[in-house]
């Protein structure tokens, strides 16, 4: 069936260094990806979202990257910070009937080193 | 920061128990929805709404039910709760016509 998955469980940077967080998809026909945050004990927040239409897109110390050929979306994080210790999902939307509906990827934790 | 709240944030309950899990948010959206998620693991869809009176089950089969009175409130309610039902449960809201969803901090269920 269709999945959205992530390469690695868990990622450890040292502080400072830039992070990237892979994730794969298997739904061609998805239009919509965002990556959520979820830090212990709350609920997932958002971080970015892009488009099918669009390759690239930037926030603040954020950017994700997607490449429709292989199917591929990574969120990279510049100098990260120990508050981006978290763990980080991806999502897409699929249409399912007449519902447009997030499905989520597993989650990587993301470990930041001092 | 998101105005979505749930309570209560921890329960822990005896098998058997009625239990109903609030959510509720105050920025007008008409989209709300309640996922399951073990711990470390992905977020699960049980039920959505699209506005008042309309609920639908998710992907990931459920034993609760919710409902949809007011456009604000989605609770969901297990009649029997058993310790398969141990986990978290997080409700989110989306406006109408838009994808990004806004999470609430979920409500963490032991069931003895």
């Known amino acids: 069936g269709e999945s959205v998955g992530l390469h690695l469980p868990t990622l450890s940077v040292q502080e400072g260094d830039n992070s990237i967080i892979n994730c794969a998809y298997s739904?061609?026909?998805?239009?919509?990806f965002i990556w959520y945050k979820q830090e212990s004990g709350k609920g997932p927040q958002f971080i970015i979202d892009?488009?099918?239409?669009?390759d690239k897109r930037q926030g603040q110390r954020v950017t994700v990257l997607l490449n429709k050929t292989v199917k591929h979306l990574s969120l990279q994080i510049a100098a990260t910070q120990p508050g981006d210790s978290a763990v980080y999902f991806c999502?897409?939307?699929?249409?399912?009937?007449?519902?447009?509906?997030?499905?989520f990827g597993s989650g990587t934790q993301l470990t930041v080193l001092p | 920061e998101a105005d979505i709240y749930q309570t209560p944030r921890y329960l822990v309950i005896g098998t058997g128990k009625k239990i109903t899990l609030e959510c509720s948010q105050t920025?007008?959206?008409?989209?709300m929805y309640w996922y399951q998620q073990d711990p470390g693991m992905e977020l699960h869809l049980i039920h959505y709404?699209?506005?008042?009176?309309?609920?639908e089950k998710g992907d990931l089969s459920s034993e609760s039910t919710v409902s949809r009175i007011r456009t604000e409130h989605f609770p969901l309610t297990l009649e029997s709760a058993r310790p398969s039902h141990t986990s978290q449960y997080l409700c989110?809201?989306?406006?109408?016509?838009?994808?990004?969803?806004?999470f609430g901090p979920g409500t963490r269920l032991l069931v003895l």
């Open positions: 989110a809201s989306s406006r109408a016509g838009e994808e990004t969803q806004y």
């Open positions: 739904n061609s026909a998805s239009d919509y």
């Open positions: 892009i488009r099918s239409n669009m």
């Open positions: 999502a897409e939307n699929l249409s399912s009937g007449s519902a447009r509906q997030l499905t």
């Open positions: 920025m007008g959206h008409d989209k």
């Open positions: 709404s699209y506005g008042v009176n309309s609920t």
